[in-house]
């Protein structure tokens, strides 16, 4: 990557603010974002929607650079996607993105907010991103695909799972609400924490799946669900 872009994409420090907060980020928040970062640009016009929890913001990023780092080019299924800012971010960051589109049963009003705000901003991104109301395992993914879920509730991480496996498609969780009792642990919470032995799991079905997988984690002080895996399939 050059130089200059290099230096866009870095996340300058936001020493003693609360990251995590899930205050709604708004015009007063716009000094915490004077720098000259592409993080910076998202901060303002997301600051200007007025709409959307500074957990969010930060979470999104910091997902979405860690994945764009091992899966770019194709495109982007943002699963249970909620506002949609990850789909968002991926078709900002990765240019390779032909199309994003967030999938949500339930699509919450900020994505209306959210939309006109970024497309405003960067409208040829907005041309890429689109919103459906459906559940996400009626989608259709092919092996081109980069299917992301984060924080897509218990089983819904592992009905994501299972559409990009099936179709060899790249795959990207960030889980939370762990069911202990309803989702395989791989008989592995007697010796560590069951939230741990289920993500553990869904690892080991990637790599016999075939896929290599990278495990890594966002900021604690941003989210405590913060176990990222990213899987690629092997060549
Ligand atoms: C915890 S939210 C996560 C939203 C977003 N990804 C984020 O990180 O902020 C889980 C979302 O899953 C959605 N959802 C629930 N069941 C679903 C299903 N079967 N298919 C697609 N989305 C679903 C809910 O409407 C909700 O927006």
Same mark, same amino acid.
């Given at each position: 990557? +050059?130089?200059m872009e290099k230096a866009a994409l870095a996340e300058p420090s936001r020493k003693h603010w609360n990251r995590g907060s899930k205050q709604v980020l708004t015009s007063y928040d716009l000094h915490h974002f004077? /720098?000259? &970062?592409?993080?910076? $640009? @998202?901060?303002?016009? !997301?600051? /200007?929607a007025a709409c959307l929890p500074r957990k969010e913001l930060f979470e999104s990023w910091e997902v979405v650079r860690k994945v764009l780092r091992r899966a770019r080019g194709g495109p982007v299924l943002d699963l249970a996607c909620g506002h949609g800012l990850v789909g968002w971010? @991926? $078709?900002?960051? *990765?240019r390779t993105t032909p199309i994003a589109t967030c999938v949500? &049963?339930?699509l919450p009003h900020s994505r209306e907010q959210i939309t006109a705000a970024l497309s405003t901003r960067w409208p040829e991104v907005g041309l890429r991103v689109h919103y459906l109301e459906a559940p996400l395992d009626s989608m259709r993914v092919d092996d081109t695909t980069r299917v992301l879920a984060v924080h897509a509730c218990g089983a819904l991480t592992d009905q994501a799972l299972n559409l990009a496996v099936a179709a060899g498609a790249r795959f990207s969780a960030l889980p939370c609400c762990h069911s202990y009792r309803k989702l395989a642990d791989g008989g592995l #919470? /007697?010796? @560590? *924490? +069951?939230?741990? $032995? !289920? *993500?553990? &799991?869904r690892v080991c079905r990637l790599r016999q799946a075939g896929y290599q997988v990278w495990t890594s984690t !966002? #900021?604690? *002080? @941003? &989210? +405590?669900q913060n176990r990222l895996m990213i899987a690629v399939p092997k060549p």
């Open positions: 990557m +050059p130089k004077a /720098g000259n &970062t592409l993080l910076d $640009a @998202v901060g303002r016009t !997301i600051c /200007g971010l @991926v $078709a900002l960051l *990765d949500d &049963t339930c #919470s /007697g010796w @560590v *924490d +069951p939230a741990l $032995a !289920i *993500d553990v &799991t !966002i #900021s604690t *002080d @941003v &989210t +405590p």
